[in-house]
């Protein structure tokens, strides 16, 4: 693998064909998918490393850090390179000089640069290579000159002791000797492509038989003869690349047979025009370990019998992009170590149509990969797989076969005795799966279905026999599935389940779920269904759930609080969620417990909804969130109530393009946290998050929120908190008087009178009566009385009533001025009836009267039962409310539950002293 990884690093495009890529880039995406990259004015400079490419300099900088170990000048108008120019960097380790002008590779640079290791000028003009050029250079390791028009005088390389890599293609070397003299003794790869020398001589290599080559690249090289022992100085060869050489197959035996004696391990021979391969091609490769062949590219169209017969140690066959018309028995003869044949687009349509014979595959007993991407066969028949013992993967993806558009237990029987663990039939235009018919894969562990045309029920009977399947791709379906309860009953170890863009949109509104046998389940992708309905136990049992995708459907009402029968939390049986994605889902509306309990969720994907305002709590318990996408959504405020608990942890933050609002209140503990964190990353922080208002910010970026703006209102706000409480307090009160003062008054009098008493009149004063008071009413409110006064009276307080106390022996004028005389206070009971009984208003009230002026005593009480107006009390009774203290003044209430109240405040009337106050 690492030798792979090596040659193909060496056969990557040169620089020259950016423009082109770019062009095409244009072209094919638009000017808004290639990305521009913005030009620079100075180096860039980052861990010892100078990077100078692209600004026009036509001479090295003199003000980079003395400490840099890279500096790369190329693409630049460097027409030398004069040692003095790099002495202020002795210590560089690798120069890149590449795609400028130079002419010629000044002797004293590496005595400037004693350390250097890796010298790159390719694409420059350097013409002359001389022995003196680079004597010093003994630390090179890398030196790269190609694409020049190298012409070598003496030894130039004969000083570097210590390169390991040397590319000179490109120069129109008329031959492949380098050096007359053995030197270049760690030299492990060597690149002579795109030159022009067409024989290869015994004696080319010669100076490299005390090195260990292991890598030759003669790509593109026109070779006709090879003259024999022309491989022997590098016997130690392993790796041989002659892609384009269009050799011919006479001149590629004799290639086969020149490498017989090498380790020859890899070989690459693409694009070679190898129309046909016959039983002799590879022969002289019979005696060599050769374990990588590649054949690429070739146009391919006839393999005669036993070609490969001579290759029993290959481990790898790639025939990709020919035109083999058959495979037969005897086509891979001999091939029994091989382990992987690549047969991608080897065998397309056309006329006649490909055949694959049946028991094609039975010689490769040890084939474990099976790549037939892209291909088009007349049939699978019963026997086109038959003896692939220990094959592991099949690959039939992008395929055209008749046999696999309606899948039977026929179609796959041949791979009975396969030990196959994945089955590729993406794109193969398959439109039934009848029950049974993956039957025979008992090792299976992944099938990937993606990008067919199935249009059936699944009952669960399609999957029998896959009881070790973990994984099933059904992605991308041109046609709709529907699912049943027992869809996957028999794959109850499925852990990876890709369904988008497949199902119909009430596939899953089912009761049991169709999901309920799978209870290993990590992943699962609903994605592009325009599923509307789901149910609350969609994802019951799926405890094992990790990553759930759902973006791209219909979900607008299901989170709705006005959703037929309330939200649907469909989130609660999945707590161990690591990944959920719902982009695109017109959501409007999260409703607070959506996303309870999901402390493990590290990636949340919203974008693309309508969400315009989120509640406090809905992300409180997501502590382990690191990445969180909430673009294009109509959200207005970043509030700490709702994003403090995960921003905590976050490593990436994507919330552009929604419509900001730059105020105090929405976006400062945002733009605060943006300007403190150094851990979250914010995609496009300048560009992509603008506000939206107010009007003096709209369109600017909510990073020229000015902060301070808010500091300045802070004795205003607390201003406004203050006043805003008393004003509220101050309504608070007067509706609690209003509609309460007298519950208030009422608990208060109970409070103050178990502490201070209810009378206020000494001793020595009470003694002075027989009554605490005399009762005046009309004859019409004696039943009121009897009912509401007398059973007041107890051994502390006692009424004198004018029918029940008269004096025995007086007359009635005489008992009523005595009694009177006897009583501490004159308590009223006002009607309207009252203030109309003559009797009443000539002789009591004025004989009452005339005992509170001749005693000086504040000794009335008034008790309402009606309403009557102060002036009907004053014509009446000669009296007047504001003659008597406030206390003294009583109205009957209304309601029942005041009557206490009423009750309570008599007794404090009829506790107050008589003397007047001075």
């Known amino acids: ?27 094919m995406a638009g000017p808004h998918n290639c990305v521009a990259i913005p030009k620079k004015t100075s180096c860039y400079v980052q861990d010892g490393r100078a990077d100078c490419r692209h600004l026009s300099l036509s001479a090295v900088p003199p003000d980079l850090p003395r400490n840099i170990t890279s500096l790369d000048m190329s693409h630049n108008r460097l027409k030398g390179i004069p040692p003095a120019t790099l002495t202020p960097y002795p210590g560089l380790l690798h120069l890149n000089i590449g795609y400028n002008s130079i002419t010629k590779l000044d002797p004293g640079l590496c005595q400037t640069l004693p350390l250097l290791q890796t010298l790159n000028m390719e694409h420059n003009q350097v013409y002359v290579l001389k022995t003196e050029d680079m004597s010093h250079c003994t630390n090179l390791t890398r030196l790269i000159m190609a694409s020049n028009k190298l012409k070598l005088q003496g030894e130039p390389f004969s000083a570097l002791q210590s390169l390991k890599v040397l590319d000179v293609s490109m120069n129109k070397l008329q031959s492949a000797k380098l050096s007359s003299q053995p030197q270049l003794p760690s030299l492990v790869s060597l690149s002579l492509a795109f030159n022009v020398f067409t024989t290869l001589k015994k004696d080319d290599f010669s100076f490299l038989n005390q090195s260990f080559l292991q890598v030759l690249n003669m790509s593109s090289v026109p070779l006709k003869t090879l003259e024999p022992g022309c491989f022997t100085p590098i016997s130690s060869l392993r790796t041989l690349i002659m892609d384009g050489s269009n050799m011919g197959t006479l001149v590629i035996s004799k290639l086969c047979s020149e490498l017989s004696g090498s380790s020859i391990d890899v070989l690459f021979l693409r694009k070679m025009k190898l129309i046909t391969l016959s039983n002799n091609t590879f022969k002289g490769l019979q005696k060599t370990n050769l374990t990588f062949l590649d054949l690429s590219r070739n146009g391919m169209v006839t393999i005669e019998p036993g070609s490969f017969q001579w290759l029993s140690r290959l481990l790898t066959l790639i025939l990709t ?43 490769l007993s040890a084939l474990e990969s099976l790549i037939l991407q892209r291909t088009a066969v007349h049939a699978i028949t019963e026997y086109t797989f038959t003896g692939l013992t220990s094959l592991k993967e099949l690959d039939m993806s992008w395929s055209r076969y008749d046999s696999l558009r309606n899948i039977t237990k026929k179609t796959l029987v041949s791979l009975a005795g396969s030990p196959l663990r994945k089955l590729n039939l993406t794109g193969t235009a398959i439109a039934q799966i009848n029950p049974g018919c993956f039957s025979v894969l008992r090792n299976l562990t992944t099938l990937l279905l993606d990008f067919n045309f199935i249009k059936q029920n699944i009952t669960g009977k399609e999957f029998e026999g896959l009881g070790q399947v973990e994984e099933i791709h059904m992605s991308n379906n041109h046609q709709t599935v529907n699912l049943g309860s027992m869809s996957f009953v028999n794959v ?34 609903l994605s592009n269904n325009n599923i509307a309905n789901i149910r609350e136990n969609m994802l019951e049992g799926l405890v094992n759930l990790k990553v ?22 469909f989130l609660k049986h999945t707590l161990r969620l690591t990944t959920l994605e719902m982009d695109s889902n017109g959501l409007d509306e999260i409703p607070a417990e959506a996303l309870r309990g999901l402390s493990d969720l590290r990636q949340l994907s919203l974008a693309n909804n309508l969400i315009n305002r989120l509640k406090d709590s809905i992300f409180d318990d997501l502590n382990s969130l690191q990445v969180l996408n909430l673009q294009k959504n109509l959200i207005t405020a970043v509030r700490p109530e709702v994003f403090k608990t995960p921003l905590s942890n976050l490593r990436l933050l994507v919330i552009d393009k929604n419509p900001f609002d730059c105020t105090c209140e ?7 946290w943006l300007n403190d964190t150094n851990v979250t990353s914010v995609p496009g922080l300048r560009d992509q998050y603008m506000c939206n208002t107010p009007l003096g910010y709209f369109n600017r970026s909510i990073m020229d929120f000015d902060g301070l703006s808010c500091k300045d209102m802070t004795p205003f706000q607390a201003l406004y908190i203050l006043s805003s409480t008393a004003v509220i307090t101050l309504i608070v009160t007067a509706l609690l008087v209003r509609f309460q003062g007298w519950r208030i008054q009422f608990y208060w009098n109970i409070l103050i009178n178990r502490t201070l008493g209810f009378s206020d009149a000494t001793v020595e004063e009470g003694r002075e009566f027989e009554y605490d008071a005399y009762i005046i009413h009309a004859e019409e409110d004696s039943s009121w009385v009897e009912r509401r006064m007398v059973p007041l009276e107890n051994d502390q307080c006692k009424f004198c009533l004018e029918d029940r106390d008269a004096v025995p022996g007086t007359s009635q004028l005489q008992s009523i001025v005595e009694n009177m005389r006897n009583s501490r206070k004159i308590l009223f009971v006002v009607t309207e009836t009252l203030l109309k009984d003559p009797w009443c208003r000539r002789f009591k009230a004025h004989h009452a009267l005339h005992q509170v002026i001749e005693a000086s005593r504040d000794s009335v009480v008034l008790v309402f039962l009606q309403d009557v107006h102060d002036y009907k009390l004053s014509h009446s009774l000669l009296l007047r409310r504001g003659m008597l203290r406030p206390c003294c003044i009583l109205d009957w209430p209304v309601h029942k539950e005041r009557v206490p109240a009423f009750h309570q405040k008599l007794l404090i009337a009829l506790g107050m002293t008589n003397r007047l106050q001075n």
């Open 548 to 569: 759930l995708k759902l973006q791209h459907n219909n979900f607008a009402r299901l989170w709705k609080s006005a959703n037929l029968g309330g939200p649907v939390l």
């Open 321 to 363: 992009d020919n035109n083999i018309k058959l495979l037969t028995m005897d086509t891979f003869q001999g091939l029994k170590s091989l382990k992987k044949l690549q047969l991608t687009k080897a065998l397309v349509g056309g006329h006649p149509t490909p055949v694959i014979k049946d028991f094609s595959f039975q010689p």
């Open 666 to 672: 929405s976006m400062l503990w945002f733009v605060t």
């Open 1 to 27: 693998m690492q030798r792979q990884t090596l040659v193909f690093e060496m056969m990557r495009a040169p620089c020259s064909l950016l423009p082109v890529v770019i062009t095409i880039c244009y072209l």
């Open 492 to 525: 109850p170890k499925l852990r990876f389940l890709t369904l988008a863009r497949s199902l119909r949109a009430e596939a899953v509104n089912l009761n049991p779920s169709p999901f309920r046998p799978l209870p290993n389940l990590t992943f699962l992708d």
